[in-house]
């Protein structure tokens, strides 16, 4: 078993060039762990965000955007062996589902400050109480960032397909992307499959949305030698989106 401590605090993605390489699966939604860098990366973006969200008194209005965030780091915990941000993460996000937002501060507070281990060989991931998220949750930090929560991380992966210049809104809109894949997995549009809206399809579109995600994180870790790739990538991420969209959003 692989264990070790990883610290708190990020460099910037500069340091990802000496990180050992990942390798991306490709054919599957299961876990996809990523460079630790990368990962405390967004470990620390996401519980900073969640932590001043959770302490405003309109956290309610950011809900969904709040409750994807801890859903997704659970799920990161998960892939990376850290069981610690997987429970505490997985008690946030119930704690959100039930508007307990003291509580879920509480925890994004206490993670934050939290020694992770990663490499730990866990159990399967139980989604407990109201954690689970939906897809409109699951959706919802695509959206323009605004008082209503939203991460913008739709527009972050379009304008990537024009510029890298933002690389760690495109490195994060990615790693999420990859999460999120392996929960649309097992959810399914409003009004089920049927007709027009198969099954097959949507595995397609997610197992897409999966692969390409996690390339642009791979692709990152040298984005100026790959910066033509990384760009074509982001589009191909981005056709996976629409591709789904185009059938299955109403
Ligand atoms: C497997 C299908 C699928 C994939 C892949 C997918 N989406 Fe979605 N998306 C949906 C569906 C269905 C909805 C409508 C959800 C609802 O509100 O019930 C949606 C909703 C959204 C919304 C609206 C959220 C809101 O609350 O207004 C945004 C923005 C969005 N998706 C962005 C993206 C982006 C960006 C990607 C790719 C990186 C992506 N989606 C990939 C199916 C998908």
Redesign the pocket.
């Known amino acids: 078993m692989r264990m070790k401590a990883v610290r708190m605090s990020v460099g910037l993605l500069g340091v990802l060039a000496a990180v050992l390489l990942v390798r991306p699966t490709h054919s599957d939604t299961q876990a996809a762990p990523i460079p630790d860098e990368t990962f405390m990366l967004m470990v620390k973006t996401d519980l900073e965000y969640l932590s001043k969200w959770l302490g405003d008194s309109k956290a309610k209005d950011a809900k ?1 955007t709040l409750k994807a965030l801890a859903a997704y780091l659970a799920l990161a915990g998960q892939n990376q062996g850290s069981k610690l941000l997987r429970d505490e993460a997985l008690k946030m996000a119930d704690a959100i589902g039930k508007n307990d937002f003291k509580t879920a501060k509480e925890v994004a507070d206490k993670l934050a400050s939290a020694k992770l281990s990663t490499g730990e060989k866990l159990d399967a991931l139980k989604w407990t109480g109201k954690a689970a998220p939906d ?2 949750e699951v ?2 930090p ?2 323009k960032a605004g008082p209503k929560g939203g991460l913008g ?2 527009k972050d ?1 379009r304008d990537g397909k024009k510029s890298v210049k933002e690389l760690n809104k495109i490195v994060l ?1 990615a790693q999420r ?1 990859a999460l ?2 392996e929960i ?1 997995m097992n959810l399914e ?2 009004g089920g499959f049927g007709g027009k809206k198969s099954k097959a399809d ?1 595995e397609k ?2 197992k ?2 999966q692969q390409y ?1 996690l390339e642009v994180v791979e692709l990152a870790k040298d984005a100026k030698k790959n910066e033509a790739k990384l760009k074509a990538t982001l589009g191909k ?2 056709a ?2 629409v ?3 185009n059938v ?3």
Do not use: N, Q, V, Y
């Open positions: 969904k897809l409109a959706m919802d695509f959206r991380m739709e992966i809109a992307s999120i894949a649309t549009p409003d949507w579109h997610t897409d949305m995600a991420l981005d996976s989106c591709g789904c969209h299955f959003r109403e």
